[in-house]
């Protein structure tokens, strides 16, 4: 999520970044299974938020804090192209959004998630 949260900002603000870089800084140890989230959160970006947008009705993806729209473009690609359990990915989630946004927000993720799983 914070690799996430770290790219939006630096395409943001336009600031050149090595992808393979970003992610030892943040995991030191190699870890494949973040290394195909990231990448996958990447390159199913679009996909990702379209699928958000479904479910935010009135709050557009793009409204959300930086965190949050990590948190659920993460959570989204899990659910949708990997095997983690969805129960793990949306408990995951929550407890991310407890830390990084406040209670609306954490809601939300929620019910995007909630709805995403029952369709």
Do not use: H, S
Request: proline share 3%; charged share 35%; hydrophobic share 40%.
């Amino acid at each position: 999520m914070i690799i996430l949260y770290q790219i939006d900002i630096y395409k943001d603000r336009n600031i050149k970044y090595d992808l393979n870089k970003l992610i030892k800084d943040n995991v030191p140890i190699e870890n494949e299974f973040v290394n195909d989230i990231v990448y996958g959160v990447l390159k199913n970006q679009d996909i990702l938020e379209k699928e958000a947008n479904k479910y935010l009705k009135e709050w557009p993806i793009d409204r959300l804090d930086k965190n949050a729209k990590a948190i659920l473009c993460l959570a989204i690609y899990e659910l949708k192209y990997t095997d983690t359990p969805d129960i793990v990915v949306i408990n995951e989630a929550i407890e991310l959004a407890k830390k990084y946004c406040d209670e609306a927000v954490r809601k939300i993720i929620n019910a995007v998630l909630d709805q995403i799983i029952k369709e």
